[in-house]
Each structure stands twice: as C-alpha cells, then as structure tokens.
C-alpha cells in the first residue's frame, strides 16, 4: 500500500457497539489485513476481503454518514502506512476520530487528537506476549489533555484473564488514570459473573456488553 491507497474492507454507518462512545452513531472505516492470529477474532473476514481506495475516497465515503464520530477500525488498521495521514486529514477537518487498535503496534505515531482504544490482550487470545509495551509507556507519559485520548479494552474469556487483567492493571495504576473497557468473550463468560468480579474486587473498570451484537445478530458483517 502506498501513503495514498489503502485497502478498505467495509466503509459503513452503524451505533457504536463498544467502549466510552457505546450507543452513538459512527461510520466505520474498516481497513483489511492484520494476521495477528488471536485466537477467537471475531473479524477474520478482514483478513484479505479488500478494496484498494484513494485515500480522498475514502474520507469521502466516511463523512457522507453525518455520524458524530468516526471509528478507524480493522482488521489491523495501524499496518497500512496511508492510515496515519487518513486519521490526520480527518482530525483536521473537526471529525471526532477514534482507532481501534490490537494493541501489537506501537500508537506513536497517531495523531494525538485520536481517541485511541487499545487492546490488552490476555492469555486466552494466545498472543498476550506481544502486546507492545509502548503502548501502556505512551498512555503513562502523556501530559492532560492528550492522556484522555487513550483507553484500553481487555476482552475477558474465563478466570485466568480476569486474573491476569487485575494483574496488569494494578500494575501499572492503570485504572487511576484511564478508561478501562472490559468485556467478555461472546458466548464464552457470562457477563453477569465479569460484573460480579468487578464489583468484588471494587475494580475501576466498566463492563461493556458489545450492543451490535444485542441490537443485530451476532454474526452479521457492517454493524
Ligand atoms: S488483532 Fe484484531 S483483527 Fe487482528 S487477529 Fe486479533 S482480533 Fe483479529
């Protein structure tokens, strides 16, 4: 891909199903590619369904929507080099902008009015080694305004990950300064037993219940 191309698997028009934004309208931008591997990703169909668009395009496209924000999304968005530029242009032209990102590649070069939600990957999507350790540096260093623009999303399967979780997050202080999503596996935890795990341990952590997947069957691509 070139900084002016970028391979585009499905541009649409949908109600924010996750994190601090959950319930507004957005357009989606969903970039295609990742090969990240975790195990249960529920976007495989990213994979290599793509078309190559202008980035010109592509903002085109996005913004017809009207939507109130606009969610760069994937796939792995932060592999196609045209992204950086793409999230620039739209920052610039007064869009509320947020990257969902697997949390594998360093957020530095993000424009810092992204509202950038980062994966913490834990063990049961089998690539918890490689959550890059910029990340959490990155969100720790940055000064307020910009710290707001960060927030993390763990996606719990079972009692190892919720462990592992508190673990990291004690850690590194992370839920004294920032949002922290967490969510269950579909179909694999119950959300009542994660809530009753927050509220046990007094985590500063909010739960979210991915809405697309409550509002639209759950397997269905564009929401
Ligand atoms: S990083 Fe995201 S898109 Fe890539 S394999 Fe993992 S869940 Fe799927």
Known sequence: ??????????????IQGEGSFAGWPC??????????????????????????????????RAIRFRAPVIEITGGEPLLQPAVYPLMT????????????????ISVEK??????????LKPPSSGVAEQNHPDNIRLALAAEPPHRHTFEFKIVIAGKEDYEWATSLLQQHQLTDFFTIMMGVSFGKLDPAELAAWILRDRLRARLQLQLHKYLWDPSRKGV
Do not use: P, W
């Not at 891909?1 to 499905?10: D, F, H, P, Q, R």
């Not at 242009?89 to 594998?104: H, P, S, Y």
């Open 89 to 104: 242009q739209l920052c610039d032209l007064n869009q509320k902008v947020l990257l969902e990102t697997g949390g594998f």
């Open 110 to 119: 993000v424009d810092k009015r992204v509202h950038k939600i980062i994966d």
């Open 1 to 14: 891909m070139s900084s002016t191309t970028l391979e585009i698997n499905e541009i649409f028009h949908s």
């Open 27 to 60: 357009a989606f931008i969903r970039l295609a590619g990742c090969g990240h591997g975790c195990i249960g990703c529920d976007t495989g169909y990213a994979e290599d369904e793509g078309v190559e668009l202008e980035r010109e395009e592509v903002i085109k």
